[in-house]
């Protein structure tokens, strides 16, 4: 086996997010040197089962935040690139002969019999 090849494997502080320590060995750092940790399993909600709340007002909310400047306006009433205001769209014309389209259904005729 080669010699040198494996990192030094030493003593370390560890000190939890409520202030504890302990020991431990590891490859980090130099011997007697002090990892701090954010997040232990004291604290994490994975361990602890608790859910802290957020004042975000959720997924949706933010992504219209993030987002409201972007998208479809409710019509083209302003302003056109061109300078040049442009009228707001017509309204849809009725349906043009509705008697027609009842009157179609009775018209078929019921289907031929095998011989």
């Known amino acids: 086996m080669k010699a040198n090849v494996h990192p030094d494997?030493?003593?370390i502080n560890v000190v939890m997010t409520?202030?504890?320590t302990f020991k431990t060995r590891s490859t980090m750092g130099k011997a007697?040197?002090?990892?701090r940790l954010d997040i232990d399993p004291?604290?994490?909600p994975a361990w602890t089962g608790q859910q802290r709340m957020m004042d975000t007002g959720g997924q949706v909310a933010k992504f219209?935040?993030?987002f409201a400047g972007m998208g479809m306006?409710?019509?083209?009433t302003g302003p056109?690139?061109?300078g040049k205001a442009t009228a707001a769209p017509a309204a849809p014309k009725a349906a043009a002969a509705p008697a027609a389209k009842a009157a179609a259904p009775a018209a078929k005729?019921?289907?031929a019999a095998k011989k």
């Open 9 to 11: 494997y030493h003593e």
């Open 18 to 20: 409520d202030g504890t």
């Open 32 to 35: 007697g040197d002090t990892l």
């Open 42 to 44: 004291k604290t994490h």
């Open 64 to 66: 219209n935040k993030r």
């Open 73 to 76: 306006k409710a019509g083209p």
């Open 80 to 82: 056109s690139p061109t």
């Open 109 to 111: 005729k019921a289907p």
